[in-house]
Structure formats: C-alpha cells, structure tokens
Nanobody
Framework: QVHLIESGGGLVQAGGSLRLSCAASGRTFSNRAMGWFRQAPGKEREFVAVIGWSDGRTYYADSVKGRFTISRDNAKNTVYLQMNSLKPEDTAVYYC????????????????WGQGTQVTVSS
C-alpha cells in the first residue's frame, strides 16, 4: 500500500507562486516515479509533471513548462511542485500519484492517488 498526502495549496494572485508537497508512505511502490495531475471545474483530470524516483528525469505538460518545476527528496519520500507565474487557468485541484506502468501522461498509468489540494489563482 502507498499513501499520498498533498499539501501547500491555497489562494494566490496571478503572477504569484506556490509550492506543493506530496508525502509518500508505505512499504511497496514507495520508490516509484511520481506525478502531478490537476483537475479544474468541469474539466478532465490532466497531466502536469512527472519525475523519476531514482534518475530524476522530468517531463512537463506544455501548459506549465517553464513555469512549474517538479523535484523530490528521496530521503523524505516527498515530491514537490514549485509553481511560478501562476495564471487563473492554473486553478484546479492538484493531485499527486504513484506511477506504475505505461504512459506518463495518462491517469491510467498511475495506481495510487492523494486526496488533492486546492489551488486558486485570482485575476
């Protein structure tokens, strides 16, 4: 079992920054690649970023590339999402998830999900 807990969401003005954290615990899959997804009102859950657990390779959605940075602290089993230059369209519930297999960019490739943290960007 893998348990994921997101934190760091909140209300921020356009152009501002937030850092999200995702703490992972559990005996199995605790060293897997981790991804961030988001779901805005009325929209499907979409890929944001993913990072390999051991190699540190990263991939980003085009919509956030250059503004968001995913990182991890393996010793703490924690993944971060630094979000800069936030826009109102970034408003969504952000979820972290443990990658299992297949596509990095699809929810189907992830097996364990956190409860989500709300990010609201005002104009």
């Amino acid at each position: 079992q893998v348990h994921l807990i997101e934190s760091g969401g909140g209300l921020v003005q356009a152009g501002g920054s937030l850092r999200l954290s995702c703490a992972a615990s559990g005996r199995t899959f605790s060293n897997r690649a981790m991804g961030w997804f988001r779901q805005a009102p009325g929209k499907e859950r979409e890929f944001v970023a993913v990072i390999g657990w051991s190699d540190g390779r990263t991939y980003y959605a085009d919509s956030v590339k250059g503004r968001f940075t995913i990182s991890r602290d393996n010793a703490k089993n924690t993944v971060y999402l630094q979000m800069n230059s936030l826009k109102p369209e970034d408003t969504a519930v952000y979820y972290c998830a443990t990658y299992l297999r297949g596509s990095f960019y699809d929810t189907e490739g992830y097996g364990y999900w956190g409860q989500g943290t709300q990010v609201t960007v005002s104009s």
